[in-house]
Every structure is written in C-alpha cells, then in structure tokens.
C-alpha cells in the first residue's frame, strides 16, 4: 500500500541519511591505501581518521538514542573497510529508531565529512 493508501512512507530524515552515506560511500569506495592515508584538507588528520571519527560519531548517536554507555569503535587494520563501517553504523543509528532531530544532525556530520575529504 502507497502513502496515499494509509501507510505511511520511508521517514524522510532515514532517506536524508541514507542518501548522505551513499554518496560519501560513492566517493570514497574506490579509495586505495595512499588516498587514504592522504591528509584531509585542513591538512591535521588523515582522511581515514577523518572518517573514523564519523564512524565514532554515529556509534555515539545510537548508543545515546538506546541509553547505552558510548564504546569506542575499534580502528580495523584495513581503511579500505571505512565505507562498510559507515554504512553498518548508519543503519544501526536508523534502526535504533532515532529521533529526525539526531537522523539530521547525524546526516549533517556525513555530509560535512564528505565535503572535508
């Protein structure tokens, strides 16, 4: 049944989100070891630090919405599986059922990730 039937459709702030990681995913997918390892610009941590933090960040996220204590993400060895991460830790943050304010503010920080690679 469509929306227009009774049933509501994907909330908007999920589509947000997941269209926010799809295209970091889609820029940085393809990345080899040496871009990742490249400086982000501001030039102080490395692009997969960078991203690394955004992982910790919506961990937090979905640790506050599910009254957890936060744990630290452990940084695998590989950068090459930073993308899968994000994903992981983006449906996770969605099917915690996070509030649209916390979706937003999460979808904020990957897009300013994306933009800062």
Do not use: F, K, Y
């Not at 999920?14 to 940085?28: F, G, I, S």
């Amino acid at each position: 049944m469509s929306a227009a039937q009774g049933v509501p459709g994907p909330d908007p702030a999920d589509t947000d989100l997941d269209r926010a990681v799809d295209l970091l995913v889609r820029q940085v997918g393809h990345w080899q070891q040496p871009r990742w390892a490249a400086p982000a610009a501001g030039g102080n941590v490395s692009r997969a630090d960078l991203v690394h933090r955004l992982v910790q960040e919506i961990a937090n996220l979905t640790a506050d919405v599910e009254g957890r204590p936060r744990r630290t993400v452990p940084r695998l060895d590989n950068d090459l599986v930073l993308p899968d991460q994000v994903r992981v830790v983006a449906a996770d943050l969605v099917a915690a059922g996070a509030p649209a304010a916390t979706l937003a503010h999460a979808t904020d920080q990957v897009t300013a990730t994306r933009q800062t690679l």
